[in-house]
């Protein structure tokens, strides 16, 4: 049901944007995002601090799942997963690929010159440098088709955008790393259906920090001639530099 999907919804949306500034000034945000150290890998963590403030926890979209569709799913399709199920899938995926630690000597291993443990595989990969395989990339792109009723779509009716998403990922899955890669995109990521005050979709937007700064594989722009000149598409890229571990587009 939705309150599983979004959240129970009991949080306010005075109290979701209050919590998320002081989440940000704390130094539990930051510190999560020490990659291969002992804490969980640091999306996992994030995603849960998110949760436990009450927002709409993080979710996501495989770029596979965007290739078997040929288009960008909506919100209400429930293709978008948990940034953990996102892992599990990877695992899943991996698990059973030939380990490639023994290729390395110690020093040139990840984790402090250790080599991975066993449950870190196929999610951290020595030739990756102790970078999760996992890759979590914010989508900021100005709507093709922008409306005020339900029929508005961020793509173009012959779906250049899901085709450019699957290109774009699909190089990084077939390089030497095989790496995943899940996209942050809003028509899917946040509820399109409810958009008022106290609403999962309004508090998704006041999320929207925390969102990006999650993702770390970076920000993929899918520009077109309005996208410079709108406001919000600006602010999505001040956010990410602002608050990205990785600001790089």
Request: net charge negative.
């Amino acid at each position: 049901g939705l309150r599983e999907y979004w959240g129970d919804g009991s949080v306010t949306t005075d109290q979701i944007r209050e919590r998320v500034v002081e989440l940000l000034d704390t130094g539990s945000w930051s510190s999560s995002a020490k990659i291969g150290s002992s804490r969980d890998i640091d999306p996992i963590v994030r995603a849960e601090m998110i949760e436990n403030i009450g927002a709409p926890p993080m979710r996501v979209v495989s770029w596979r799942t965007i290739e078997r569709l040929g288009r960008i799913p909506r919100s209400n399709e429930g293709e978008a997963v948990t940034v953990p199920e996102a892992m599990h899938e990877t695992y899943e995926r991996y698990k059973d690929a030939p380990k490639p630690f023994d290729c390395y000597s110690p020093e040139q291993a990840p984790f402090g010159g250790a080599f991975p443990p066993e449950w870190s595989w196929p999610l951290f990969d020595s030739r990756t440098g102790g970078m999760p395989r996992v890759r979590f990339v914010m989508v900021s792109h100005r709507w093709a088709r922008p409306s005020t009723d339900n029929d508005a779509h961020p793509d173009f009716e012959d779906n250049r955008k899901a085709k450019q998403l699957v290109e774009y990922a699909k190089k990084w899955a077939e390089g030497i790393l095989q790496f995943e890669t899940y996209f942050w995109i809003d028509y899917s990521c946040i509820d399109q259906d409810e958009k008022g005050n106290n609403s999962h979709g309004l508090n998704g937007i006041y999320t929207l920090p925390l969102y990006i700064s999650t993702c770390t594989g970076g920000m993929v722009v899918l520009g077109s001639e309005e996208y410079e000149g709108r406001a919000w598409c600006r602010m999505e890229q001040l956010n990410f530099c602002s608050f990205g571990e990785m600001p790089f587009f």
